[in-house]
């Protein structure tokens, strides 16, 4: 992607505010520089440009940085809260588990360590999915205005049965945001897989990125090994 392909998607956005983000597998852009905000297509240009022209460092992707080869041009849009929502698997209780939190737009680690009691959780069944009273209960304990209840459970419930469907290891949204105009959005989302269960899954598999995976690992899984790249000159198989 160049900064020129970023300037015209601004134009076609036809909005007044426009927000430039590096794609890469890694949280944290925002602190990185990886996200910037801009209002006419040079401003956006420029952005693009800053963020492809060098790698990006945030918490997740250590001291060295990820080459940021694409940036994601959207619309900006009038929020009001910002939340986080997810789903993985609770490997003690051997269930689904979603978690809801009134602190979206931070990395759900930190909000562990700081405000545990603002996440909230409600373990599924595998095999039914989110029940309408679970997705209420999550609802109720974020706070939200009555008039959401409808978006919001929709939402949730298409979440999990998405995250059970797909056979997800890693559903994030974060932020999840109410819009002053009314609604809720999932501003940024992102999925793992469980890389075991993609032979049923070739539409996900297509959508796999080379360019963000690490050689050693890329050349491993074209010989059925499980191998990560660890610092220094070892790794995990």
Not at 97 to 121: D, L, N, T, Y
Not at 179 to 200: E, P, T, W, Y
Request: aromatic share 4%; with cysteine.
């Amino acid at each position: 992607m160049t900064p020129e392909e970023a300037g015209r998607i601004h134009d076609e956005l036809n909005s007044p505010l426009a927000v430039v983000k590096a794609q890469v597998h890694a949280g944290g852009r925002g602190k990185g520089g990886g996200v910037k905000l801009a209002r006419s297509r040079e401003a956006t240009e420029k952005a693009a440009r800053e963020i492809l022209s060098k790698p990006l460092v945030t918490p997740q992707t250590g001291p060295e940085g990820r080459k940021v080869h694409r940036v994601l041009v959207e619309e900006g849009i009038d929020l009001d809260r910002e939340f986080y929502l997810g789903m993985t698997i609770d490997r003690a209780k051997e269930a689904p588990v979603v978690m809801a939190s009134s602190e979206g737009g931070v990395e759900i680690e930190e909000v562990a360590k700081r405000f545990p009691q603002k996440i909230h959780k409600v373990h599924l069944s595998s095999m039914e999915g989110l029940a309408p009273f679970e997705a209420r209960s999550l609802f109720y304990a974020l706070g939200l205005d009555g008039a959401l209840l409808g978006p919001f459970s929709d939402l949730v419930t298409g979440l999990a049965r998405a995250f059970l469907d797909l056979d997800a290891s890693l559903v994030e949204v974060n932020p999840l945001v109410t819009r002053k105009s009314g609604g809720v959005l999932a501003l940024d989302a992102k999925m793992n897989f469980d890389d075991n269960a993609l032979f049923r899954h070739p539409e996900v598999l297509e959508l796999r990125d080379l360019a963000e995976e690490e050689p050693a690992e890329i050349e491993a899984s074209k010989h059925d090994l499980s191998y990560i790249r660890l610092d220094g000159s070892i790794g995990c198989m």
